[in-house]
C-alpha cells in the first residue's frame, strides 16, 4: 500500500515536473524559432528595398538588356550587387527574360535547381518560403522572399542559405528533447527518494496504529472472556432470576458476544493489513471442497432461520495459489452475510463458473430486501452499516465485507455487489485459477 502511495507520489510529481519541462522548452524554442523568422523576414524585406530601389535605377539608364544574352552579361556586369551577402541570391523574372545573381561560391548546378525550386514553389508576396534543394550530393536549404513590386511585367525574388540555422534548430530540439529526459529521469529518482523519506512517518503512525489495534484486540479478549464464563454461570441460573433479570442478562450476554466477534475482526484486519505489506507464501488450494464445505457448515445456521443453502459450485479440478484459511473465511462472510439479510423461508444460492482459462467467478445470491442504491459504493468500508435502523437487531460489526474485500485483493482478485429490493443482493468474486 505505502509502495503503491510512493510511485503514484512519485508519478504526480515527474508528471507536473515534465508539464513544466515541455512548457518551457517548447516556449524556448518557439521564441527562438520565431525570432530567427522575423530575422529572416526583416533582412530580405531590407534587401527587398533595396533590389527594387536599384532595379528601377537601372532601368531608368536603360541598362538592362531587352532581348540579347549577352546584353544581359553586359547589364549584370553594370548592376550593382553589393546589397548581397555571400548567402544571399537574387533573381528578376520579366516577360522578356530572366536575370538570376547567383554568388560564386555557388555552382551552376546549384544555381539551376534553386531557379526550378523557386519557380515550382513560387511564395505569396510579402511571405517568406523555405525551399529545400539538392544538388552534386548536397542539400540546401533557402528562404525565398518575394517582395511587393510595383511592375506588372516582373517578379522579384530574394532568397538566403539557412540550411546552418535549419541544421542549429535541428539540434536545438535533439538537446531539448535529451536535457528534457535526463531532467526528468533525475527528478524521478530524486522524487522517489524524497516521496520515500516522506512515507517514513506515515509508515510510523501507520504500523503504531496497527500496533495498537493488534495489542487491543488481544487484551480485549481475555477480559471477555472472564465476562462471558461467568455470564454463562448466571445462565445456568436464569430460571430462578426475576423476569428483568433475564432480560438484562440476556442482553449482556448478547453484547458480550458482540465484543468477541468485533475484538476477533479487528485482529483479522490488523493480520491482513501487516501481511499485505509482507511475502506471502501461497498454497495449491481446490474450489470445489472448499466451497462445499463451508456451505455445509453454514447450512446449520441457516436452519435455524429456515433458510435454504443451494450450492450450484461443480468445480472439481478447479486450484488457485493462495491461502486455504483466507478463501475458506472469505466465502463464511459472504454466506454468513447473506443468511443475515435474507427472509425466513428463502433460499441462497453459491455458485462457481469458469471465465476463460485462468478466472473462476463465485457468486453469493440472497432474496432479502436488497442494498439501498446510494449505499452500494460503500459496503466494502469498514464499519459501515448499509441499513442503521437494523444494526443492531442483526448481529455483525460492520467489518466483515472489508475483510472479505481484503482477502480478495491479497489474491490479486476483484469483489463487486449488486442489489435491488426486486432480486435481492449479489457477491461476485473473480479469481485467478490455475491453468489445467
Same mark, same amino acid.
Given at each position: 500500500m505505502f509502495e503503491q502511495t510512493r510511485k503514484r507520489l512519485t508519478l504526480m510529481y515527474s508528471g507536473m515536473l515534465a508539464l513544466i519541462l515541455l512548457v518551457v522548452f517548447v516556449g524556448f524554442y518557439w521564441t527562438l524559432f *520565431? /525570432? @530567427?523568422? $522575423?530575422?529572416?523576414?526583416?533582412?530580405?524585406?531590407a534587401i527587398g528595398e533595396k533590389a527594387i530601389h536599384e532595379w528601377k535605377e537601372s532601368r531608368e539608364r536603360k541598362l538592362?538588356?531587352?532581348s540579347s544574352e549577352e546584353e544581359g552579361l553586359i547589364v549584370e556586369r553594370r548592376m550593382d550587387f553589393d546589397f548581397l551577402q555571400p548567402n544571399q541570391l537574387f533573381m528578376l523574372v520579366t516577360k522578356e527574360q530572366q536575370l538570376f545573381?547567383?554568388?560564386?561560391?555557388? #555552382?551552376?548546378?546549384? *544555381?539551376? *535547381? /534553386?531557379?526550378?525550386?523557386?519557380?515550382?514553389? =513560387?511564395? !505569396?508576396a510579402g511571405r517568406i518560403a523555405h525551399i529545400s534543394v539538392t544538388a552534386a550530393g548536397e542539400n540546401k536549404i533557402f528562404a525565398v522572399y518575394r517582395p511587393f513590386f510595383a511592375e506588372d511585367d516582373a517578379k522579384l525574388y530574394l532568397a538566403e542559405d539557412v540550411s546552418r540555422m535549419e541544421q542549429l534548430l535541428h539540434q536545438m530540439r535533439w538537446t531539448l528533447i535529451v536535457t528534457g529526459i535526463l531532467l526528468l529521469g533525475g527528478a524521478a529518482l530524486v522524487g522517489y527518494w524524497f516521496s520515500g523519506r516522506a512515507m517514513i512517518p506515515i509508515n510510523q503512525s501507520y504500523k503504531r496504529q496497527i500496533d495498537f489495534t493488534t495489542d487491543a484486540s488481544h487484551e480485549l479478549r481475555t477480559p471477555l472472556s472472564v465476562i462471558l464464563s461467568s455470564a454463562e454461570i448466571l445462565q445456568e441460573k436464569k430460571e430462578s432470576l426475576p423476569a428483568f433479570h433475564q432480560t438484562v442478562l440476556q442482553s449482556m450476554l448478547d453484547e458480550i458476544h458482540r465484543m468477541r466477534r468485533l475484538? #476477533?475482526?479487528?485482529? !483479522?484486519?490488523?493480520?491482513? #493489513?501487516?501481511?499485505?505489506?509482507?511475502?506471502?507464501?501461497?498454497? &495449491?488450494?481446490?474450489?470445489?471442497?472448499?466451497? $462445499?464445505?463451508? *456451505? =455445509? $457448515? @453454514?447450512?446449520?445456521k441457516a436452519s435455524a432461520k429456515k433458510v435454504k443453502i443451494v450450492n450450484r459450485a461443480a468445480l472439481e479440478g478447479v486450484y488457485l495459489m493462495g491461502d486455504g484459511d483466507s478463501i475458506r473465511q472469505l466465502f463464511y462472510i459472504l454466506l454468513d452475510n447473506a443468511v443475515k439479510y435474507s427472509e425466513e423461508g428463502s433460499e441462497v444460492v453459491v455458485d462457481a463458473v469458469l471465465d476463460g482459462t485462468n478466472r473462476v467467478v463465485c457468486s453469493v445470491r440472497d432474496y432479502g430486501n436488497?442494498?439501498? &442504491?446510494e449505499d452500494l459504493p460503500y459496503v466494502f468500508e469498514r464499519f459501515y452499516r448499509a441499513d442503521k435502523a437494523r444494526s443492531r437487531e442483526v448481529e455483525g460489526t460492520g467489518l466483515g465485507l472489508s475483510i472479505a474485500a481484503q482477502i480478495v485483493k491479497m489474491h490479486k482478485g476483484q469483489i463487486s455487489v449488486s442489489s435491488s429490493k426486486e432480486q435481492g443482493t449479489l457477491f461476485s468474486v473473480v479469481l485467478p485459477i490455475l491453468s489445467s
Amino acid at each position: 500500500m505505502f509502495e503503491q502511495t510512493r510511485k503514484r507520489l512519485t508519478l504526480m510529481y515527474s508528471g507536473m515536473l515534465a508539464l513544466i519541462l515541455l512548457v518551457v522548452f517548447v516556449g524556448f524554442y518557439w521564441t527562438l524559432f *520565431a /525570432i @530567427m523568422l $522575423r530575422n529572416e523576414q526583416a533582412q530580405l524585406e531590407a534587401i527587398g528595398e533595396k533590389a527594387i530601389h536599384e532595379w528601377k535605377e537601372s532601368r531608368e539608364r536603360k541598362l538592362l538588356p531587352q532581348s540579347s544574352e549577352e546584353e544581359g552579361l553586359i547589364v549584370e556586369r553594370r548592376m550593382d550587387f553589393d546589397f548581397l551577402q555571400p548567402n544571399q541570391l537574387f533573381m528578376l523574372v520579366t516577360k522578356e527574360q530572366q536575370l538570376f545573381k547567383l554568388n560564386a561560391e555557388h #555552382d551552376s548546378q546549384l *544555381a539551376s *535547381a /534553386i531557379q526550378k525550386a523557386i519557380l515550382e514553389h =513560387e511564395p !505569396t508576396a510579402g511571405r517568406i518560403a523555405h525551399i529545400s534543394v539538392t544538388a552534386a550530393g548536397e542539400n540546401k536549404i533557402f528562404a525565398v522572399y518575394r517582395p511587393f513590386f510595383a511592375e506588372d511585367d516582373a517578379k522579384l525574388y530574394l532568397a538566403e542559405d539557412v540550411s546552418r540555422m535549419e541544421q542549429l534548430l535541428h539540434q536545438m530540439r535533439w538537446t531539448l528533447i535529451v536535457t528534457g529526459i535526463l531532467l526528468l529521469g533525475g527528478a524521478a529518482l530524486v522524487g522517489y527518494w524524497f516521496s520515500g523519506r516522506a512515507m517514513i512517518p506515515i509508515n510510523q503512525s501507520y504500523k503504531r496504529q496497527i500496533d495498537f489495534t493488534t495489542d487491543a484486540s488481544h487484551e480485549l479478549r481475555t477480559p471477555l472472556s472472564v465476562i462471558l464464563s461467568s455470564a454463562e454461570i448466571l445462565q445456568e441460573k436464569k430460571e430462578s432470576l426475576p423476569a428483568f433479570h433475564q432480560t438484562v442478562l440476556q442482553s449482556m450476554l448478547d453484547e458480550i458476544h458482540r465484543m468477541r466477534r468485533l475484538a #476477533d475482526d479487528l485482529l !483479522t484486519l490488523a493480520r491482513s #493489513d501487516v501481511e499485505a505489506n509482507q511475502e506471502r507464501h501461497f498454497q &495449491k488450494v481446490g474450489l470445489y471442497g472448499l466451497i $462445499r464445505e463451508v *456451505a =455445509e $457448515r @453454514m447450512q446449520i445456521k441457516a436452519s435455524a432461520k429456515k433458510v435454504k443453502i443451494v450450492n450450484r459450485a461443480a468445480l472439481e479440478g478447479v486450484y488457485l495459489m493462495g491461502d486455504g484459511d483466507s478463501i475458506r473465511q472469505l466465502f463464511y462472510i459472504l454466506l454468513d452475510n447473506a443468511v443475515k439479510y435474507s427472509e425466513e423461508g428463502s433460499e441462497v444460492v453459491v455458485d462457481a463458473v469458469l471465465d476463460g482459462t485462468n478466472r473462476v467467478v463465485c457468486s453469493v445470491r440472497d432474496y432479502g430486501n436488497g442494498i439501498p &442504491k446510494e449505499d452500494l459504493p460503500y459496503v466494502f468500508e469498514r464499519f459501515y452499516r448499509a441499513d442503521k435502523a437494523r444494526s443492531r437487531e442483526v448481529e455483525g460489526t460492520g467489518l466483515g465485507l472489508s475483510i472479505a474485500a481484503q482477502i480478495v485483493k491479497m489474491h490479486k482478485g476483484q469483489i463487486s455487489v449488486s442489489s435491488s429490493k426486486e432480486q435481492g443482493t449479489l457477491f461476485s468474486v473473480v479469481l485467478p485459477i490455475l491453468s489445467s
